[in-house]
Structure formats: structure tokens, C-alpha cells
């Protein structure tokens, strides 16, 4: 069945570094990829998606560009904040059958000052 | 109220106690799913509604869990004779119809269950 892979964690970087969670994913059909985020104390939120081969989903100043040929939707930020601490999750839905999201197991991320 | 609302919060139950938790999605959503998320986990498929209609029941872990939504509005998932490993967070999002194109699912703060 579907299913996605990501980097495992805790991932700890220092403010302003760069940041990269690499997510992949099998799929039957042709899915639609997602970012989302869940801060502590918070519920899950869309960071960002793409739904097509080439598409770049951005917002925050996060970026992820889904890429077809190596099934592949890596997270990126060039200067991290402490305010980015939180779990991030890789997620896809395979438009062609239902609108059932399917997620990766998720990166804790820990930005210090 | 503007997000998707669950309740209650956290619920502690004895083992093989019944359990019934509740989601409010935001009005209007077509499509309502729940999710069971584990510790250190992510969030499980559990089943899918589309209106009233039960579309997708895959993921249910066994015939102890079962889920309504009568009205196309609210939905109750029911757990009977609790286990140890029902522990988890159980979520609910709902969205429109079209979540892998042009909607989002909107999540609700989820139900922490815990079963001694």
C-alpha cells in the first residue's frame, strides 16, 4: 500500500542553520504530498503542499519540491528559529481513490538559541 | 466555533471499559477522518466519512472500534472493552471534498486516551 518515509529525530540545529528532512514515499497512483507541522501543545497544521511532479510548496519560508522521478518531497529552510521547534510530518493522499492522508512517523525538531 | 472540537480532552479509562469520543468538525465539512496517533508516532487512518456514509473502514484495529456520524455533522468514535494498547491520542480532521488538490483537512487538538 501507500506508505511514506522520513528522516528519523530528534534533529537539534542551532538558530540560523540550514535545515533539510528528507521524506520519500510509495504510492499506486499519482498523490499529492504535504508538510505538516504540530507544535507543542498544538494540533497538526498544513505547512505546505504540492500536487503535481515539479510543483514547489512554500510558506514560512519553508520549501519542499516534489519530485517525481525520485518519489521524493524533502523539507528545506535556509535560516532556522527557535519558533520552528516542533514535530514535522511528511504526508501524501492519493487523489484517485479517496482524500484519506497518509503520514510519515514524523522529525522532532529542536532549534537552539 | 471556527476549528474542528473534540471532546473530551483526555480520558482515562479502566481496562475493558467503553469509551465514546466525540468530534465536532467545522460546519459545512463534507469529509470527516479519524486518525489514532501513538506515542513518538504518526497519525493512523482509521475511517473516513463522507457525509453520513461510511467510505473507508480500513484502518479500524479491530471490531472493538466503531464509528458513526448519523448526521453528516457529528461524529462519535466508540471503543468497547478498552486494551492497554488503545492508549494513544485519537484525532479528527475535516475538510471539503478534494483534500489531495484544492482542500485542506483542518485538525482538531485530538483526545488522549489512556487505558490502566
Known amino acids: 500500500g501507500d506508505s511514506v518515509t522520513q528522516m528519523e529525530g530528534p534533529v537539534t540545529l542551532s538558530e540560523e542553520a540550514f535545515l533539510t528532512i528528507n521524506c520519500t514515499y510509495t504510492?499506486?497512483?499519482?498523490?499529492?504530498l504535504f508538510w505538516y507541522v504540530q507544535y507543542p501543545g498544538e494540533g497538526l497544521q498544513l505547512l505546505l503542499k504540492?500536487?503535481?511532479?515539479?510543483d514547489k510548496g512554500s510558506n514560512k519560508g519553508f520549501e519542499a519540491t516534489y519530485r517525481k522521478e525520485t518519489t521524493s518531497f524533502h523539507l528545506e529552510k535556509g535560516s532556522v528559529q527557535v519558533s520552528d521547534s516542533a514535530v514535522y510530518f511528511c504526508?501524501?493522499?492519493?487523489?484517485?481513490?479517496?482524500?484519506?492522508?497518509?503520514f510519515g512517523k514524523g522529525t522532532r525538531l529542536h532549534i537552539l538559541p | 466555533g471556527a476549528g474542528v472540537s473534540q471532546s473530551p480532552r483526555y480520558k482515562v479509562a479502566k481496562r475493558g471499559q467503553d469509551v465514546a469520543l466525540r468530534c465536532d468538525p467545522i460546519?459545512?465539512?463534507?469529509?470527516l477522518f479519524w486518525y489514532q496517533q501513538a506515542l513518538g508516532q504518526g497519525p493512523e487512518f482509521l475511517t473516513y466519512?463522507?457525509?453520513?456514509?461510511?467510505?473507508?473502514k480500513s484502518g479500524l484495529p479491530s471490531d472493538r472500534f466503531f464509528a458513526e456520524r448519523p448526521e453528516g455533522s457529528v461524529s462519535t468514535l466508540k471503543i468497547q472493552r478498552t486494551q492497554q494498547e488503545d492508549s494513544a491520542v485519537y484525532l479528527c480532521?475535516?475538510?471539503?471534498?478534494?483534500?489531495?488538490?484544492?482542500?485542506?483537512?483542518?485538525f482538531g487538538q485530538g483526545t488522549r486516551l489512556t487505558v490502566v
Open positions: 504526508a501524501l493522499s492519493d487523489r484517485g481513490r479517496d482524500d484519506k492522508i497518509i
Open positions: 466519512f463522507q457525509n453520513e456514509a461510511q467510505l473507508d
Open positions: 504540492a500536487t503535481k511532479a515539479d
Open positions: 460546519s459545512g465539512h463534507v469529509s
Open positions: 480532521a475535516s475538510s471539503q471534498p478534494g483534500v489531495g488538490t484544492n482542500t485542506e483537512a483542518f
Open positions: 504510492a499506486t497512483g499519482y498523490p499529492s
